[in-house]
């Protein structure tokens, strides 16, 4: 069985640009978390999309929007970039909802913003 | 803002048992403790979880108090594959996973 899968696993973007990421999760699997990770603050929850809905919000601002596809593909995006944005994203899917199921993780997308 | 506290680093030596201390002493009754890894360059990794009886699987062993207020992971026998940083996570409503900063625990030879 094919794992998670993100693409592009590396993007290098300029302040004020926007970006989208996204994230294959395994087949039979509804849910897709998405997570930030920098050295400073560690690993964050963005949000969860279960059945095409978000289903949980981390505290990002708004710039920070995802969706989910009736295929459980999922995309994040990210309007008007900032330096401290750069991060490594990662996404994690689960047969259920993130709190009753184990998640899987994919190897993430590394964004860098000049 | 995690709701674990866990000590930043812990060494143990390869083949003898990794003990990995989590304290939450905010849990409610019918919240899950998870564990998670992740070695380096790497997405994290699912260990095991529980609610309050012991856990136990081909990874590791969950131990949790009888006031759950702490728990601990077990590695029975760690390798040198086992270096990572570990997460313990009660999730806030259930589902949302915050993972703190985790324990970075070494494998020595």
């Known amino acids: 069985k094919a794992g998670v899968t993100q693409t592009p696993r590396y993007l290098i973007k300029t302040r004020g640009q926007q970006v989208t990421l996204s994230c294959s999760p395994i087949?039979?699997?509804?849910?897709v978390s998405w997570y930030q990770q920098t050295p400073g603050q560690g690993l964050q929850f963005l949000f969860e999309?279960?059945?095409?809905?978000?289903?949980n919000k981390g505290n990002f601002p708004g710039r920070f929007s995802g969706r989910q596809f009736s295929n459980s593909r999922s995309e994040m995006n990210v309007s008007t970039l900032e330096l401290g944005d750069s991060a490594l994203y990662l996404c994690?899917?689960?047969?259920?909802?993130?709190?009753?199921?184990?998640?899987?993780f994919g190897p993430g997308t590394r964004l860098t913003v000049l | 803002d995690a709701k674990t506290t866990q000590p930043p680093s812990m060494d143990c030596a390869e083949g003898r048992a990794a003990n990995l201390p989590c304290n939450h002493s905010?849990?409610?009754?019918?919240?899950?403790v998870y564990w998670y890894r992740q070695i380096h360059s790497q997405g994290p990794q699912y260990i095991i979880h529980?609610?309050?009886n012991n856990e136990t699987n081909e990874m590791a062993s969950l131990i949790i108090t009888e006031d759950r207020k702490s728990s601990t992971l077990i590695l029975p026998h760690a390798t040198l594959r086992d270096t990572a940083v570990y997460y313990c996570?009660?999730?806030?409503?259930?589902?949302?996973?915050?993972f703190g900063s985790g324990t970075k625990l070494n494998v020595k030879p």
């Open positions: 529980g609610l309050k």
């Open positions: 999309y279960f059945s095409e809905t978000q289903r």
């Open positions: 905010t849990i409610s009754g019918n919240e899950y």
């Open positions: 996570i009660v999730p806030y409503n259930f589902n949302k996973f915050y």
């Open positions: 994690a899917s689960s047969i259920g909802l993130a709190g009753g199921s184990e998640q899987f």
């Open positions: 087949s039979g699997h509804r849910s």
